[in-house]
């Protein structure tokens, strides 16, 4: 399997409920990323994890926790979630520097 | 002042049309430029990666660059239906290590 992989595709959660999303790269790349794309905004990256540490938190609500276990896989867990996080979460991997990011399909996030 | 700017679009044009996408941006400390297309339902995919000045060709496609107007645009030849997509813009420079800055993306519709 090549390129990168986002499960679940699709997911519907209460605000009370905990989840996991998870991310997995087969591009030998060394940073990852979770962005947010919500309708005619552009993307808002979240967290950056370079050679396995967090490079980056963008002012991100602690609801949202981020794990990088290795180089190849990302987490992004959730709890106590709010209607307006409603969107789609997209991962990202690349080489550090400025080397152009790949992304996976991304978790369609619905809060009821 | 938004960092990136893009027309939201939607932009239709008959298939066959050559498609102009642009974006324009403010920081003149940018210097890696990168064109994406999302499919709906799906991630952004990478079309073009250029550094600094310059055309780029690659098959149909044409990325061009002016930093002395802080201007890239995106040329698409003899488009097809399957090039209906939106069209993601995305900046970067060495102070901005590994954080892209994106458009909020161009609706492009070519219809047969």
């Known amino acids: 399997e090549t390129g990168v992989t986002q499960t679940p595709r699709h997911l519907v959660m209460g605000m009370t409920n905990k989840k996991s999303l998870k991310c997995e790269q087969h591009l030998g790349h060394n940073a990852m990323y979770w962005y947010k794309q919500s309708a005619k905004k552009p993307l808002e990256l979240m967290f950056v994890?370079?050679?396995?540490?967090?490079?980056e938190n963008n002012s991100v609500p602690s609801r949202f926790s981020p794990e990088c276990p290795n180089s190849s896989h990302l987490f992004l867990h959730l709890h106590t979630l709010q209607p307006e996080d409603s969107a789609l979460y997209l991962c990202?991997?690349?080489?550090?520097?400025?080397?152009?990011?790949?992304f996976g399909d991304g978790t369609r996030l619905s809060i009821l | 002042q938004k960092e990136v700017e893009q027309d939201p679009g939607p932009l239709s044009v008959p298939e066959g049309a050559i498609v102009s996408l642009n974006c324009t941006y403010s920081?003149?400390?940018?210097?890696?430029f990168m064109w994406y297309r999302q499919y709906s339902r799906k991630g952004p995919e990478l079309l073009m990666y250029?550094?600094?000045?310059g055309n780029k060709e690659d098959g149909r496609f044409t990325a061009q660059v002016d930093k002395s107007s802080k201007y890239i645009s995106l040329f698409i030849r003899d488009s097809q239906p399957s090039d209906s997509a939106t069209y993601l813009c995305?900046?970067?420079?060495?102070?901005?290590?590994?954080?892209?800055?994106f458009g909020a993306g161009t609706i492009l519709r070519v219809k047969s």
């Open positions: 990202a991997s690349s080489q550090t520097g400025n080397q152009p990011q790949h």
């Open positions: 250029t550094y600094s000045s």
């Open positions: 920081n003149s400390a940018f210097q890696y």
């Open positions: 994890y370079s050679l396995e540490e967090r490079v």
């Open positions: 995305a900046m970067t420079s060495m102070e901005y290590g590994n954080k892209l800055v």
